[in-house]
C-alpha cells in the first residue's frame, strides 16, 4: 500500500532536518513504536505494535539520493517491507514543508488483508506524525492519546468463526 502525508513544521528546513534526523531527542515521544534505534549512521532498527496483537519489525537503511532536501530509506528483513522517501521543502523561511511517501507490504497475509480493510498502518503513521509535530513545537509530550491514534483498537470485531473462515480464504489464495 502506499501513503503519502504532508505536515508543515514551523522551522527553517536546516533545522527541521536536524531535529528530525536525530531521532534519539524524540523517539521517547512515539506511542506505537517499541524500538527505534540507530545501530550505525545509516540504519535504524525499528518495530511498533499495532492492533490485532501485529507487532512489525524491520531494519531501515538510508538510501543516497541525488538530491539534499530529500531522505531516502528502505528496509531489510522483518516482516514489513519498506521503502519510502521524506521531502523537506520550504514555504516561507521559518515554515517547512515535510512530505512522507511510504510504499509498505506486510508479509503476514492475515494481517495485511485486516490492514486492507481496517487501515491500521495509515492511523499509526498519522499518530506518530502528530507525535512529532508535537515534539517539534516544544510541547515535550504526544498530543493523541494511543486509543485515539488507533480507532479500531476498541471496535468490536466480527465473531471468531468468520475471521477464521476469511483468514483460511486469504491463505489458500
Not at 152 to 166: A, G, T, V
Amino acid at each position: 500500500m502506499l501513503l503519502e502525508k504532508t505536515l508543515h513544521m514551523s522551522q527553517p528546513v536546516a533545522e527541521c532536518k536536524a531535529r528530525l534526523a536525530s531521532i534519539h531527542s524524540y523517539r521517547r515521544q512515539f506511542l506505537m513504536v517499541t524500538r527505534a534505534t540507530v545501530t550505525s549512521s545509516k540504519t535504524v532498527d525499528f518495530s511498533f505494535r499495532g492492533p490485532f496483537g501485529f507487532e512489525a519489525h524491520t531494519v531501515l537503511l538510508s538510501v543516497d539520493g541525488d538530491s539534499p532536501s530529500q531522505y531516502a530509506f528502505e528496509s531489510v528483513g522483518g516482516n514489513i517491507c519498506l521503502v519510502g522517501i521524506v521531502d523537506f521543502a520550504e514555504i516561507r523561511p521559518q515554515c517547512t514543508e515535510v512530505t512522507l511517501a511510504v510504499h509498505y507490504e506486510i508479509k503476514n497475509k492475515l494481517f495485511a488483508w485486516l490492514d486492507r480493510r481496517l487501515h491500521f498502518v495509515d492511523s499509526f503513521v498519522n499518530a506518530e506524525l502528530r507525535s512529532i509535530r508535537a515534539h517539534s513545537r516544544g510541547s515535550g509530550q504526544a498530543i493523541w492519546s494511543a486509543r485515539a491514534s488507533c480507532p479500531y483498537s476498541k471496535r468490536r470485531l466480527p465473531d471468531l468463526p468468520n475471521l477464521e473462515i476469511s483468514a483460511k480464504r486469504i491463505l489458500r489464495g
